[in-house]
């Protein structure tokens, strides 16, 4: 689900990369293109295995720019830039290109790009070696690469 007051997206190419998400269960490039600007677009629902059963993965593409609140209900990949608040229920993974600004609350989190505000993670925080975090972390465990950088303050363990 999700809410936001502000939505930029590149249909043709976030449409195409959903589509190929879904066939797949991984995004590559395809060269085929959406009929419409208007169309729907669905979550993909490409099973995996996990210790709770199968998940979902909700995907938001580089160069898709959201403002306000986004929730996942599953495990969710993020690639764009958010401005606002960031709920996900299960694994939320940022890629290198990636940037938040705002809250962020997770079950679990792998970090490599950036995020500016928040972090509150009820059990792993994964901070890859292209990580940036300025503000706080709150977290059971923390876990830090080599070249990761964390400006401001964290406290990890039980609260």
Do not use: Y
């Not at 930029?8 to 590559?28: E, H, Y």
């Not at 169309?39 to 629902?45: C, L």
């Not at 990636?98 to 962020?104: A, D, L, R, Y």
Request: charge should be positive; hydrophobic fraction near 35%; charged fraction near 25%.
């Amino acid at each position: 689900m999700m809410t936001s007051s502000k939505l930029t997206l590149p249909w043709d190419r976030l449409i195409v990369l959903f589509n190929t998400f879904r066939k797949s269960g991984t995004a590559q490039k395809s060269t085929s293109k959406a009929k419409s600007k208007n169309q729907k677009i669905s979550d993909p629902q490409e099973k995996q295995s996990g210790s709770n059963g199968s998940k979902s993965m909700s995907l938001i593409a580089d160069g898709t720019v959201i403002e306000g609140k986004v929730s996942f209900a599953q495990s969710a990949r993020l690639d764009g830039k958010i401005i606002g608040e960031v709920l996900c229920e299960h694994k939320l993974v940022t890629g290198q290109k990636s940037n938040i600004q705002g809250t962020v609350k997770a079950e679990n989190s792998t970090i490599e790009g950036m995020i500016e505000g928040e972090l509150h993670v009820k059990q792993t925080v994964h901070l890859c070696g292209n990580a940036h975090v300025k503000g706080k972390i709150v977290a059971q465990k923390l876990k830090v690469d080599s070249g990761a950088t964390l400006d401001g303050e964290f406290r990890i363990g039980k609260a």
